[in-house]
T-cell receptor
Framework: DAGVTQSPTHLIKTRGQHVTLRCSPI?????VSWYQQVLGQGPQFIFQ???????GRGNFPDRFSARQFPNYSSELNVNALLLGDSALYLC????????????FGQGTRLTVV | GQNIDQPTEMTATEGAIVQINCTYQ??????LFWYQQHAGEAPTFLSY??LDGLEEKGRFSSFLSRSKGYSYLLLKELQMKDSASYLC???????????WGAGTKLIIKP
């Protein structure tokens, strides 16, 4: 079975541009969470979606948005990119909203120049 | 507020045992995870504790004390491939989001 897949794996964008990151969860998993990980730090929670509804939102500006599709895949959108948005963006899928192991994709390395 | 503390870096010798501590202060508690993360890679699941006590899984064990807001990850028979960052994460009652520590970088020396 395929694990969590994210695309693209690497991306370079210019300040002010927008970006869309994609995630496909493990088959059968209905929960997708997004995290931002800056080098040398732990991941920071951005969003969680379960059954296509937003279940949680971290302390990120409105420039960050996400959605989940009927097939449970998800997109993370970031508008008006800042240099500080450069990070590894991780997607995790799990079977339920809580108390279950989260499986991570390989991440998307975003560099804003 | 939310706070999860782990040592920044630890060094140990191949074949030895190392204990990585994690203390947490969160508004709620619904479980604690340990993840391993090699440089440039995504985190991989190691353990989950929700009740007090020790969970053993091969060379790795994880302990939880909810009353003390404390957990540790114990790694035995260390191998060079265990060199990685070890992340402690807590699920709060609300939102079910994972709150992460900054991670402990473990360096294994021959």
């Amino acid at each position: 079975d395929a694990g969590v897949t994210q695309s693209p794996t690497h991306l370079i964008k210019t300040r002010g541009q927008h970006v869309t990151l994609r995630c496909s969860p493990i088959s059968g998993h209905k929960s997708v969470s997004w995290y931002q990980q800056v080098l040398g730090q732990g991941p920071q929670f951005i969003f969680q979606y379960y059954e296509k509804e937003e279940r949680g939102r971290g302390n990120f500006p409105d420039r960050f948005s996400a959605r989940q599709f009927p097939n449970y895949s998800s997109e993370l959108n970031v508008n008006a990119l800042l240099l500080g948005d450069s990070a590894l963006y991780l997607c995790a899928s799990s079977g339920r909203t809580a108390n279950t192991e989260a499986f991570f994709g390989q991440g998307t390395r975003l560099t804003v120049v | 507020g939310q706070n999860i503390d782990q040592p920044t870096e630890m060094t140990a010798t191949e074949g030895a045992i190392v204990q990585i501590n994690c203390t947490y202060q969160t508004s709620g508690f619904n479980g604690l995870f340990w993840y391993q993360q090699h440089a440039g890679e995504a985190p991989t699941f190691l353990s989950y504790n929700v009740l007090d006590g020790l969970e053993e899984k091969g060379r790795f064990s994880s302990f939880l004390s909810r009353s003390k807001g404390y957990s540790y990850l114990l790694l035995k028979e260390l191998q060079m491939k265990d060199s990685a960052s070890y992340l402690c994460a807590v699920i709060e009652d609300s939102n079910y989001q994972l709150i992460w520590g900054a991670g402990t970088k473990l360096i294994i020396k021959p």
